[in-house]
C-alpha cells in the first residue's frame, strides 16, 4: 500500500484556514489572529480565511464546501483546521472524493479532524496529525520550538526525520476567553520520556488519530482500511480532553481487536494521555497515576492479540504539548533494539 506524495511548500505559498469541526474562530477571534500573525511570522506562508471559519452556526454542507474548494483551489498549498470538535461524522462519510484526490496538499489537524485525515488516507492522500492554529500555531507567549520544528518538517522538508520525546510536556492550556493570557507563558512539567513494550523492530504507514473519534467511526460504520491494509499500518491512537476511564480505553482496543485489526498491524504509537481539563482538575500524582493505568491498560488489551509488535506509549502527538506533527499515512520505522522511532515526511 502506497500514499500520493505531497508536495511541499515554500516561503510565501497561501494556506487555507478552516474549521471543519467547531468554528472557534467565531468565539475567539483574537486567538484566531495570533494564529495567522503566526504563519506569516514564523512560517512565511499566507493564510487565507475560508467563509465558514468564523461563522458559528455554519452547516456541516458550509464546512463541506470550504474543504472542497480549499483542496480545488491551485493557489492553495496546505489547508489548516483551527481546531477539533464533535461533528465530522456527521458530514465526512458523504464527501466526494475527487476534488481531494485529484488535488493532493497536506491537511493539518487532530482529535475530531481525525475523520478528515481517515477519508484522505482512503483517497490515497497522506495528512498531518497536529497543528490546529488555535492550539499550536496560536501558542501562549511564543509557539514551542519543538513544536515549530516538526510542523517545518511537514511544511518544508523531504525526507526521513528521527522523532526525539520532548524535554518537557504540558496537557493543559490558559483561558482564550482572558485576552491577556495570550502573553503568558504556560506551566510545563519534566517529561519521563517515553515508554516501551516489545522488542520486535518494525515499519509501515500510520493511521489512527484520536480514539474517541475513532471509536465513532467504528460505531456508525465509517468506511476505514480493510483487514488486509491494516497489515501495513502502524496504529496512533491519542485520548482527548474527554479524559476517558481506562474500562473505556480497553474496550476501544477490545474492538480492535475482536475485529482482527491488532492481529494485523505493525505496531502501536500513543500519544501521552491528557490527564486534566478546566473542568476536570488533577493533582500532580493523580495525572501520574491515570496516565500510568492508561498505558498499562492499552500493553494488557493489546497482548491478548498480539505478543510480537511494538507499543511506544507516552509520545508527543495529540492533545499535548508541545507536539509532533505526525505524518499521517507516511511510513513510520519503530527501532525497538535501539529505541528510536524514524518518520518519512
Known amino acids: 500500500m502506497e500514499l500520493q506524495k505531497l508536495p511541499k511548500l515554500k516561503k510565501g505559498d497561501k494556506v487555507a484556514i478552516v474549521s471543519p469541526s467547531f468554528a472557534a474562530s467565531a468565539v475567539w477571534p483574537h486567538v484566531h489572529d495570533l494564529g495567522l500573525k503566526r504563519i506569516r511570522e514564523v512560517f512565511g506562508l499566507e493564510p487565507v480565511e ?21 483542496f480545488s483551489n491551485p493557489e492553495i498549498k496546505a489547508v489548516i483546521s483551527t481546531l477539533g470538535g464533535d461533528i465530522q461524522v456527521t458530514y465526512i462519510k458523504n464527501l466526494l472524493s475527487e476534488p481531494f484526490a485529484n488535488n493532493p496538499k497536506p491537511f493539518f489537524g487532530y482529535s475530531d479532524n481525525s475523520h478528515i485525515c481517515n477519508f484522505l488516507f482512503l483517497n490515497g492522500i497522506p495528512s498531518f496529525y497536529g497543528a490546529a492554529l488555535f492550539t499550536q500555531f496560536a501558542h501562549q507567549k511564543e509557539m514551542n520550538p519543538y513544536t515549530v520544528k516538526y510542523i517545518k518538517d511537514a511544511l518544508f522538508n523531504e525526507g526521513e526525520f528521527e522523532l526525539i520525546p520532548s524535554e518537557f510536556f504540558n496537557d493543559i492550556g490558559l483561558d482564550w476567553g482572558d485576552a491577556e493570557q495570550l502573553d503568558k507563558e504556560r506551566e510545563y512539567e519534566t517529561n519521563e520520556g517515553w515508554s516501551w513494550d516489545g522488542s520486535k523492530n518494525t515499519e509501515g504507514l500510520l493511521w489512527g488519530g484520536c480514539l474517541e473519534s475513532v471509536d465513532e467511526m467504528l460505531r456508525h460504520g465509517v468506511k476505514i482500511p480493510s483487514l488486509e491494509q491494516f497489515e501495513d499500518i502502524v496504529l496512533i491512537m491519542e485520548t482527548s480532553e474527554e479524559i476517558p476511564s481506562s474500562d473505556y480505553v480497553m474496550r476501544f482496543f477490545r474492538a480492535l481487536g475482536e475485529r482482527g485489526i491488532l492481529l494485523r498491524i505493525k505496531g502501536v504509537c500513543v500519544g501521552r494521555a491528557k490527564a486534566r ?13 491515570y496516565r500510568k493505568e492508561q498505558q498499562e491498560t492499552i500493553i494488557k488489551t493489546v497482548r491478548l492479540y498480539n505478543n510480537e509488535i511494538p507499543i511506544v ?18 511510513k513510520i520505522r519503530i527501532d525497538s533494539e535501539n529505541r528510536k522511532v524514524h518518520a518519512q515526511f
Not at 481539563?277 to 497515576?289: G, I, L
Open 277 to 289: 481539563e478546566f473542568d476536570k482538575m488533577r493533582t500532580p500524582e493523580e495525572r501520574v497515576m
Open 313 to 330: 506509549q507516552n509520545m508527543d502527538f495529540g492533545h499535548t504539548e508541545p507536539q509532533i506533527s505526525m505524518p499521517y499515512g507516511n
Open 50 to 70: 475560508y467563509p465558514a471559519t468564523a461563522k458559528l452556526d455554519a452547516t456541516v454542507e458550509e464546512k463541506a464546501a470550504d474543504l472542497v474548494a480549499a
